[in-house]
């Protein structure tokens, strides 16, 4: 059985950084794409950076592709959300999740449905 440990948030200060791990373990021998979503307080989950097995495909929310970056690191089944420049906007908890679908080779999913496997979250909050 798959599963997703998301670790390394907390409490930052704005302007900080932070990186939020996500750790995969269970079907690790199978390749999959890697998601990072959000939920801040009251509002829905939404998508905020993909990246494909290879590394090479890598997508961002339009708003989010200067502070964020994603990476990962299929040896160590890894994979991080480095968040810069914090703001108190960016308080959320933050998702990892993972597509092993057949369609995971053709297609980098941005939208929830394309995730069949979740972590439970980590919680970042961003201090004024």
């Known amino acids: 059985q798959v599963q997703l440990v998301e670790s390394g948030g907390g409490l930052v200060q704005a302007g900080g950084s932070v990186r939020v791990s996500c750790a995969v373990s269970?079907?690790?021998?199978?390749?999959?794409?890697m998601g990072w979503f959000r939920q801040a307080p009251g509002k829905e989950r939404e998508f905020v950076a993909a990246?494909?097995?290879?590394?090479?495909?890598?997508e961002y929310t339009a708003s989010m592709n200067d502070r964020f970056r994603i990476s990962k690191d299929n040896d160590k089944n890894t994979g991080w959300l480095q968040i810069n420049s914090l703001q108190p906007e960016d308080t959320a908890v933050y998702y990892c999740?993972?597509?092993?679908?057949?369609?995971?080779?053709?297609?980098?999913?941005?939208?929830?449905?394309?995730?069949?496997?979740w972590g439970r979250g980590t919680q970042v909050t961003v201090s004024s």
């Open positions: 990246i494909d097995w290879y590394g090479v495909n890598i």
């Open positions: 999740a993972a597509d092993f679908s057949p369609a995971a080779a053709r297609t980098l999913g941005t939208t929830e449905d394309a995730y069949a496997a």
């Open positions: 269970g079907q690790t021998s199978s390749t999959y794409n």
